[in-house]
């Protein structure tokens, strides 16, 4: 139990355009998603925090008019990123947890590969 | 104050061997502690996970020891095989709160064969 799943798994892009990358709960409703970027060799920085309904959170520094999180039911979460440009190129992770079943453990997407050229 | 410091940056083990990987917290609301294994390529995994109401607490050949008055915690690898060569994470949340996790900087662990 407890899987969660993003698409896609990798992306190519040219600088200017959008993508959007889903993340969904498979198994457990998700009340709260978290989206991370993660450079190669470092750890995973938050970028926001989404429960399903409301607004996103995000972090300071994190431009919310370029990372787009749209969380409109308890098993789907989208990060779209506009305007992308290669300084977006990550590895960009999406988590979720909910209190279905006492589920407050963080559990993580298998994360989207962006490469924008 | 919300830093969690982990140790070491990498580790070789010998396989059979012990790994030990180290974090430190200051922030005491902190109320949840997991560790995650992540391969190249691939998200996190949660490994295993502790509260602090716990000193210690075994999964397998995986065990977290808590010191709370320290403010630290370990993650011990038993009989150590190079399937577990992986990145590993520390992290704190408070469950309480916003349950946003706060991630050690991770430990490249080696096992040698």
């Known amino acids: 139990g407890a899987v969660v799943s993003q698409h896609p798994s990798w992306v190519i892009c040219k600088s200017g355009t959008s993508v959007k990358i889903e993340c969904r709960s498979l198994d457990f409703q998700a009340t709260t998603m978290f989206w991370y970027r993660q450079f190669p060799k470092q750890s995973l920085m938050l970028m926001a925090t989404?429960?399903?309904?409301?607004?996103?959170?995000?972090e300071q520094g994190v431009e919310k008019d370029k990372f787009l999180i749209n969380h409109a039911s308890l098993t789907l979460s989208t990060l779209t990123v506009t305007s992308a440009h290669p300084e977006d190129s990550s590895f960009y992770i999406c988590?979720?947890?909910?209190?279905?079943?006492?589920?407050?453990?963080?559990?993580f997407g298998p994360g989207t590969r962006l490469t924008v050229t | 104050q919300q830093q969690v410091k982990q140790s070491p940056q990498s580790l070789i083990v010998q396989k059979g061997g012990i790994s030990i990987i180290n974090c430190a917290y200051e922030n005491t609301a902190f109320d949840y502690f997991p560790w995650y294994q992540q391969f190249p390529g691939k998200g996190p995994a949660l490994l295993i996970a502790?509260?602090?109401?716990?000193s210690e607490k075994k999964e397998g050949r995986f065990t977290i020891s808590f010191n709370k008055s320290a403010k630290q915690f370990s993650l011990h690898i038993m009989d150590s095989q190079p399937g577990d060569s992986a990145t590993y994470f520390c992290a704190a949340s408070n469950l309480q709160g916003a349950q946003k996790l706060v991630f050690g900087q991770g430990t490249r662990l080696t096992i040698n064969p």
């Open positions: 989404s429960n399903e309904g409301s607004k996103a959170t995000y």
């Open positions: 502790i509260r602090p109401d716990v």
């Open positions: 988590s979720a947890t909910g209190n279905d079943r006492g589920v407050y453990e963080q559990y």
